[in-house]
């Protein structure tokens, strides 16, 4: 699988993510297990890219792709993507498209953090996310 990052989205990226961090394109719709937003109303329109120190046998399909960055994705995000893969970054947002259109306006970028054991922490967190999970 191939995709195209555009020039204003590598400068973009060139300051989110340092050299040699591997980079996974996941979904950001409650189903991925990077995912704390989502719901039944994001189901494969929501995207994010999770940066991390290593690979993860989840995330091993590789994207090819002109900016140099070790990026995959997981089998279960191959089902939205399509064609003619690219990401842009334009009015101060990432944009992920396919040849069939925009498939997410907003992506986020994020540093993967392992899920917390805290009991209280993860019930804050949840708390705090409320307002965002539909």
């Known amino acids: 699988m191939k995709i195209n990052i555009k020039d204003e989205a590598q400068t973009y990226l060139a300051k ?3 050299a040699g961090k591997h980079v996974f ?3 950001d719709d409650g ?3 990077f995912s704390k937003l989502g719901g039944s109303c994001s189901i494969g329109n929501k995207f994010q890219l999770v940066v991390t120190a ?3 046998s989840d995330y091993a399909v590789a994207l090819d ?4 960055l070790y990026m995959t994705t997981g089998d279960p995000e191959t089902t939205f993507l399509g064609n003619g893969l690219a990401l842009d970054y334009k009015n101060a947002s990432l944009k ?8 997410d306006g907003a992506v986020t970028v994020e540093n993967y953090k392992a899920p917390t054991q805290d009991k209280a922490a993860m019930k804050d967190e949840m708390t705090t996310l409320g307002g965002k999970i539909c």
Request: aromatic letters at 0%; proline letters at 4%; a negative charge.
């Open 16 to 18: 989110k993510i340092p």
């Open 25 to 27: 394109l996941a979904l």
């Open 31 to 33: 189903s991925s297990k």
């Open 54 to 56: 290593q690979s993860d």
């Open 65 to 68: 792709n002109n900016a140099d």
């Open 96 to 103: 992920l498209t396919d040849d069939s259109g925009v498939l």
